[in-house]
C-alpha cells in the first residue's frame, strides 16, 4: 500500500465538538473546541486546547475554571457560530437563546440545552505555541435524565457532534461496530 507523507499535522479522528465556557468579566461565553480529550483518569482531569486571542481564555484564566458542555446533534448550528463569532462582540448565550447553569464551582458556566456538562477547575495551563493546552480538573459532571441508560450516559442518547477539520463538516455518531474489551480476544487464537 502505497503511503502520502504529509506535512506534520494532528490528524487524529474523531475530533469531538465541545463548547467550552467561562465567565469573561461574569458574564458567561461560549466557544467552539474541536481540540480536546480526556488527560487523566483519578482524578478525572481533561484538556482544552485554546487560541490565545479567544475571549473564553480570558475568563478561564480571571477564574481558573471552565466548562466542557457536550453539544447534541440537534444543536449544530449554535455550536458553529459559537466558534465563527467572539464574545468579545457578540453576546452569544443571547443569541443561542441557551439557558446558563452553574454547579460547584460557581463560575464555571454550563448549558442546559447540551445533554453533558462538565465543570472543572484548571490545574495546568500551558502555552504551546499557537494555543494555549488547558487541563482542567473534573469537579462535577452533569448528564441530561433522558440521555441515560440503565444508569449509565448512553452516547447513543447524546448524539454528539463529530467535527472533521480538514473538510470543515459535522458528522453524526456513528453505528455500533464491536463489542469493547470483547472483540479483540477472537485474536487470542492467533498467540
Ligand atoms: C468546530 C470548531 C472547532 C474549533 N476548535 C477550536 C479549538 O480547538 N481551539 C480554538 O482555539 N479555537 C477553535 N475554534 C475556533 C473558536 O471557536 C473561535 O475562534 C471562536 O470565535 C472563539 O470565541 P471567543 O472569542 O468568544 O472565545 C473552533 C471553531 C469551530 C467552528
Known amino acids: 500500500m502505497a503511503k502520502i507523507e504529509l506535512v506534520p499535522e494532528r490528524l487524529m479522528y474523531p475530533r469531538p465538538t465541545l463548547l467550552v465556557g467561562s465567565n469573561v468579566d461574569g458574564k458567561a461565553n461560549f466557544m467552539a473546541v474541536g481540540g ?4 487523566n483518569g483519578e482524578p478525572p482531569m481533561i484538556a482544552v486546547l485554546i487560541r490565545h486571542h479567544c ?5 478561564v484564566l480571571q477564574n481558573m475554571t471552565f466548562s466542557v458542555n ?3 446533534v440537534d444543536l449544530v448550528k449554535e455550536a458553529d457560530y ?3 463569532t467572539t464574545g468579545a462582540k457578540v453576546d452569544k448565550v443571547k443569541v443561542c437563546q441557551f439557558d446558563v447553569f452553574y454547579g460547584h464551582l460557581k463560575t464555571a458556566p454550563l448549558i442546559e440545552q447540551c445533554p453533558v456538562n462538565l465543570e472543572c477547575k484548571v490545574v495546568h495551563v500551558l502555552n504551546l505555541g499557537s494555543h494555549a493546552f488547558i ?3 473534573v469537579k462535577g459532571t452533569y448528564v441530561s435524565d433522558d440521555c441515560m441508560t440503565d444508569g449509565k450516559p448512553d452516547a447513543k442518547k447524546i448524539r454528539p457532534i463529530i467535527f472533521n477539520l480538514e473538510t470543515s463538516e459535522y458528522f453524526a455518531f456513528g453505528e455500533v461496530i464491536a463489542k469493547a474489551h470483547s472483540i479483540g480476544r ?6
Open 70 to 72: 457536550t453539544p447534541s
Open 135 to 137: 487541563i482542567g480538573e
Open 36 to 39: 480536546g480529550g480526556v488527560a
Open 82 to 84: 459559537c466558534g465563527i
Open 55 to 59: 475571549y473564553t481564555l480570558k475568563g
Open 186 to 191: 477472537e485474536l487470542k487464537t492467533r498467540e
